[in-house]
Structure formats: C-alpha cells, structure tokens
C-alpha cells in the first residue's frame, strides 16, 4: 500500500481531468477515428471501414469547403478588428466621463449578457426587410424608400451578421480594456506629457503598451468561442441565401446532420478545431510576451 | 489672447464630441434590446403597420400571457423548455463549481510539474468549437441511449465549463494571501478546516461569480443543446426559440416575448457579478 496515495495537486486536479477525458478528449479520439471511415448515420456498419484519408481529401478539393473557409477567417479577422478598434474606442470614451460612470459602465456590459442566439434573433428583427427597425428607420427618414433585403442579398447577409458579431463582443473588448485603463499607474502618462508628448505619442508610446495585456485577454477570451458565430449565422440566415453566408461551422452541421455523412464532417470538424486551436494558442503566447514586456517595467 | 479663446473653443468642442460619442455609443447598444422588449408589449398590427408606427398607442401583456397559458401560441411548450434550462443549468453550475473549485485551489496553492502545461491544455478544450464536439458527443450519446435526457445535456455542459471555471477560481484563490490559512493551520486547523472557514469565505464572492458565470454559459447554449436535445424531455429555450423562428407563421411579438424571458435571468445575474468578472478575468493580465 506504500507509495499509492497520490499526490495532493493530482488528486484536486482528477475530477477536472475525468470529466474533461469523459466528454471532450475521448469523443474527439473517437471523431478523429471515425474521420478515417466513411461513416454515414443511416449506415451503422460503415463505422469499421477504414478509407484512409479520403474524407480529408474529399473535404481539401471541395470548393465549398474553401469558400466557407475563406468566408470564416475573413469573418474573423474583421470581426475581432473592428471589435478591438471599437472596444478600445468606446473604453476610452467611457474613461473620460467625469460623471456617471458606474451606469455607462453597466450599459456597456449590456451586450454580454445576450446569447448569441439572442443577438441573431435580435438582428434578424432588426435587419428584417419588412418588419425590421434598420428598414422602417430608413424608410422614415426618406434615405431610402424600396426595402433593403438585408438578409436575403448575400453579401448584406454577411455584412448583417457581422454587425451582429461586433455588436455582441465589443463590450468584451471595452470592458478588458477598459479595466487596464482603470489599473494604469497615472506617473508615465503625466512624465509623457511633461516631456512634451503629442497626445498621440503618449497613447501610442505609454497607455497601449500598458493596454497589450487587457487586449490579448480579450483576443484569447474571444478566440475560445469564435465558434459562436455558428449560433448567429444559424438563426439569422442558416447559411442561406444560397450558401452565401456558410461558414466552417454551419457546413459541418449541414454535411453531420442532412446529408448524414458523419466521417467527412468529423474530417471537416478536424480541421476547423485545428484553426481554433491556432488563434488560441497564438495569442495566449502573445499574452505571455505583452505580459512579460511591461512586467520588466512595472 | 486669441490664441486662448481658440484653445478654449477647442476643448468645448472636444467635450461635446465626446458627449455625442458617448450618447450614440450607448443608443446603439441598448437599442436592440430596447426594441425587442417593446416589440413583445405590443400588438402584431402595429408591429407589421406599413408605414411604420415609432410611438406604442397600447402596451399589453398578451404575448406573455399567451406564452404560459398550456400550450403557447405557435405549439411551443415554453414552460418544458424553461424547466430543462433550469435544471440543466443549476445542477450543471453546482457540479462545475466542485470540480472547479478543487481544480483552481491546486493551481492557485501547489506548485507541481506541468502546471502551465495542464493549463493550457485545460483551455484548449474550451477550443473546441461546439458544433464540432457535438458530432462525437451525439454519437456515443445514441449509442449508449442517454441522448435526449437531462443527464447528457448536464454531463455536457460540466465538462464545457470547468476549464473556464478553474481558470476564474484559480484567479480568485491567488488574491487570498496564503498566510491566512497558514496561520490558521498554525493555529491547530487541518488544511482541509483552514480552506473552508478562511480561504473559501475570502474566496466566496469570487467563487459565486464563477458559479453565476458557468450558470450563463449552459443557459446560453445553443450548438450542442440543438444536436444533443430531441425532443420536450431536455430542449432548453435557446433550441425552442430557434425552432420557433423556423415555423412558417412568423408570430414576432411571440418570438420578442419568448426573448424576453430568455435574456431576464441572464440580465439579473450578470448585473450581480459585473465587478468580480473583470477583476476576475483580468487578475492573470499584470500579475501572471
């Protein structure tokens, strides 16, 4: 019986470990399997059929698959820009305010709050060519009198979800970087200034430095449930109108579950975890590296 | 002299810039929400009138009434759904907070090989993209027959929210000062009475925010409660209300009312926790 008694961290550690190993770890061994075989759910003997790597290449030569591809990562990277430009706007607007900044900090959380389906039932409202506020609000001020298909035409489709997107994840981004604003020393900005900074230098030079780590919190934060976006894209269009609008996500559901075709969605599945994976990863490095640059000189 | 007038008429200028910043940054993003409520108090005509009515003439409850009487309008058991998100939910937040609880209090207070390594694997699997997960998880779930029942969509949503959970607890652990609970241990506490009669009631505020935080993640669910649920045993209202919008007779006011009752508990709740979530989530930021 010596030496069984396992360690006090391990120990602490195991359930989480289980659990994680339960769910998470050992289904997507079984799903990187089951990519190898052309799996169907109509067809439970597929399960045993070993193809090899087909179903990836059957995914990396689809042109579909490319185009939701592509489709994702553009998504992404004006999505997470404009929200990081945005935060960092409205963050510093809401610092400034001399009075009343608990409640404007509170109105900011607001978008928190909502599901992401919430946010694309909401702007499916909103964006609805004949019932929706975008379109009465135009046609009221007599901008435009015709009604905007906003989620029929494909590429206002885009466009609609992702005002969504940024609508919801902003404040993520504000209220990061608003707190690091809150925790900055005062002495750096005041010596800049004394020293005969434009205010541009000194935000540039001294505050966003200090600022790096809140944003890259907020990027790693974001970057862990980008595949929200699954969620808004499927009630606000479903990937429609004719596939304009597909995304990663929203084509391994489709090719899962209506066409059945379990192995090459899985395949696909695999190749979008990897994606996400990536963003992860890269900016918690990048974290790490902002965190150590200013810890030298805090 | 001209030369601070100017200065002077500049700064005014700045100042109410900034206010009109501040008031259209704050419009747009309370007017969605706005709209959606005002939207399920009113009645369907004036929702559908061409050209649009701005200014409510009647304000009813009817859509809510309609909603929880049996069976609501459009066939949709809302209060099926409402029952398994709460109890999907809560028993979910009460599992997840132990298993986070005793996961951040090992990587808040033992120092042991691998640690950051096990960390980031941890959040690594928050990587994992829901739908993705949930071609597996349906899988196995069919085949061993728990699909479609409370106990799959709570197994699911433990496991999606620990790493995030121990991540935030982790955080709230290390702002208790370790000496406290050695000082009770010196005082003639276990390790195990030190936790729970110091550090966990320093750590408390901290840990409920935690609680409320993966609370809101399993209420909000939809990729995986969408394959995973099949039917009124275990649809939460997320999944209700999509189905609701893909039905044919488009009931707006239905749909505004039935978000409405969605986005309540999450409203609440996450008024509750504003102030530790920043300082939770941030704690790693400066003092890694």
Redesign the interface.
């Known amino acids: 019986m010596k030496n069984f008694k396992l360690s006090a961290p391990t120990l602490l550690l195991l359930p989480a470990i289980v659990v994680l190993a339960a769910v998470i770890v050992l289904p997507l061994l079984f799903s990187f399997y089951s990519s190898f075989t052309p799996f169907r759910l109509t067809k439970p003997d597929t399960l045993w059929l070993f193809v090899g790597f087909r179903n990836y290449i059957t995914a990396l030569t689809s042109v579909d698959f490319w185009i939701a591809f592509g489709r994702t990562v553009l998504l992404l990277t004006i999505a997470l820009n404009a929200e990081m430009l945005l935060g960092l706007g409205l963050a510093m607007l809401v610092n400034k305010a001399t009075m009343g900044q608990r409640v404007l900090r509170t109105l900011m959380l607001f978008p928190m709050m909502f599901s992401p389906v919430l946010v694309g039932f909401q702007f499916k409202f909103m964006f609805n060519d004949n019932v929706g506020f975008v379109n009465n609000a135009l046609q009221s001020l007599g901008i435009t009198d015709r009604a905007i298909p906003w989620l029929i035409d494909g590429n206002l489709a885009l466009f609609s979800i992702i005002v969504a997107e940024i609508w919801s994840s902003t404040s993520v981004f504000a209220i990061l970087i608003l707190a690091g604003l809150l925790a900055m020393p005062k002495d750096p900005v005041e010596a800049a200034h004394v020293d005969g900074c434009t205010p541009w230098q000194t935000f540039r030079y001294v505050t966003w430095p200090y600022l790096m780590p809140f944003a890259y919190i907020a990027m790693t934060i974001r970057s862990l449930d980008v595949a929200r976006a699954y969620d808004i894209v499927k009630i606000m269009t479903d990937g429609g109108p004719a596939k304009r609008t597909e995304l990663l996500w929203t084509l391994i559901g489709r090719t899962a579950y209506s066409d059945a075709r379990m192995g090459l969605a899985n395949a696909m599945a695999y190749i979008a975890i990897l994606l996400s994976i990536l963003f992860t990863v890269y900016f918690f490095r990048k974290l790490a590296a902002a965190r150590q640059q200013i810890g030298a000189e805090w | 002299m001209s030369s601070v007038t100017s200065h002077r008429l500049r700064r005014r200028l700045l100042k109410v810039g900034?206010v009109i910043?501040?008031f259209i940054?704050?419009a747009?993003?309370?007017?969605?929400?706005f709209?959606?409520v005002l939207?399920s108090l009113r009645p369907t005509v004036e929702?559908?009138a061409k050209?649009?009515v701005?200014v409510p003439e009647s304000l009813s409850l009817d859509a809510y009434r309609a909603m929880f009487s049996g069976v609501g309008q459009g066939g949709i058991p809302v209060w099926d759904y409402f029952r398994n998100s709460l109890i999907i939910s809560i028993t979910s937040t009460v599992i997840a907070l132990?298993?986070?609880m005793?996961?951040g209090?090992?990587f808040a207070r033992?120092r042991?090989k691998g640690k950051s390594a096990?960390f980031?694997g941890?959040?690594?699997?928050?990587?994992?993209?829901?739908?993705?997960?949930?071609?597996?998880?349906?899988?196995?779930y069919a085949r061993t027959g728990i699909i479609d029942t409370h106990f799959s969509m709570i197994?699911?949503y433990?496991?999606l929210n620990?790493?995030f959970t121990?991540w935030l607890i982790d955080g709230f652990f290390r702002q208790v000062p370790k000496d406290l609970a050695e000082a009770a241990q010196i005082d003639g506490c276990t390790r195990w009475q030190a936790f729970w009669q110091v550090e966990f009631p320093l750590a408390g505020p901290g840990i409920a925010s935690a609680g409320i935080f993966a609370f809101?993640t399993s209420?909000?669910?939809?990729?995986l409660a969408?394959?995973i649920t099949r039917s009124v045993n275990s649809k939460t209202l997320?999944v209700g209300?999509?189905d609701y919008?893909a039905e044919f007779t488009i009931d707006?006011r239905g749909?505004?009312a039935l978000?409405v009752v969605?986005?309540v508990p999450?409203?609440t709740l996450?008024?509750i926790i504003?102030k530790h979530l920043?300082?939770g989530?941030?704690f790693?930021?400066?003092k890694?």
């Open positions: 900034h910043g501040l940054a704050m747009i993003i309370c007017l969605p929400g709209w959606i939207s929702i559908m050209p649009p701005w132990m298993i986070g005793s996961g209090y090992a033992y042991f096990i980031l941890f959040m690594l699997t928050r990587a994992v993209p829901g739908i993705a997960l949930s071609l597996p998880l349906f899988m196995i197994l699911t433990v496991a620990v790493p121990i809101l209420w909000n669910e939809y990729a969408s394959q997320p209300l999509l919008t707006w749909m505004c978000a969605m986005i999450a409203l996450t008024f504003q920043v300082s989530l941030t790693g930021a400066v890694g």
